[in-house]
């Protein structure tokens, strides 16, 4: 028969196993997206656009859509956004080319933000025909005050149409180096195996 200071023994090491492996398993920060301290700036380089009563026929706006909290799994986990960016062109006759800077922020784990670059284009014909392009160069990269690194990639875009004044793109967060949030894996274990030494007194005091 094995003693019961043997099998106390092997439930304090199953005890330390079990709280070693909780302790080991990463965990990583939240990211939340902050849309309101996010913007991008539209500068037209060339603008031979024309609107009703002289106004710019080809402005275009963007509106950043809703995006939900991410929890990464890796250090170097992405996370795909399909409907991020929407930009609206106005109604004009013309076309313009535009200098774009998307800078995105983030409220968690620490307020930081990042930017990325591009070149853009944009035709009307009064509000009927129109269409555009994006050019995004590389990538933005966004550094954490816990060390965390995320590249975004916005998608570039082609779109034109009839009577379609608007497109919408996406983006992609990946992770570079996420930072694992700490867990004392050390004082876990410290209090398993004296709580396990104190069960292993006092039952040898019992016998």
Not at 6 to 34: C, E, H, K, N, R
Not at 44 to 66: A, N, R, W
Not at 75 to 103: E, W
Request: with cysteine.
């Amino acid at each position: 028969m094995i003693s019961k200071k043997i099998t106390t023994g092997l439930a304090v090491a199953a005890m330390s196993m079990t709280l070693a492996a909780g302790a080991q398993a990463a965990t990583y920060p939240t990211f939340v997206f902050d849309a309101g301290a996010s913007s991008v700036q539209i500068d037209e380089t060339i603008d031979l656009c024309y609107g009703p009563g002289g106004s710019d026929g080809c402005q275009v706006t963007y509106e950043f859509l809703p995006v939900a909290d991410w929890t990464p799994t890796s250090p170097t986990d992405t996370n795909p956004v399909d409907d991020f960016l929407k930009f609206t062109v106005g109604s004009g006759l013309g076309g313009s080319l535009l200098d774009i800077s998307a800078t995105l922020a983030f409220s968690a784990p620490s307020d930081s933000s990042g930017t990325q670059n591009g070149i853009g284009g944009v035709g009307k014909i009064w509000g009927k025909f129109s269409g555009g392009f994006i050019d995004w160069a590389d990538k933005g990269t966004i550094n954490f005050d816990d060390g965390s690194t995320l590249d975004f990639y916005l998608e570039d875009l082609v779109a034109g149409g009839y009577h379609n004044n608007s497109a919408t793109i996406g983006v992609t967060f990946k992770g570079n180096e996420i930072a694992a949030v700490p867990v004392p894996a050390a004082g876990l274990l410290l209090v398993g195996a004296l709580g396990g030494l104190g069960a292993l007194r006092r039952r040898k005091k019992a016998a």
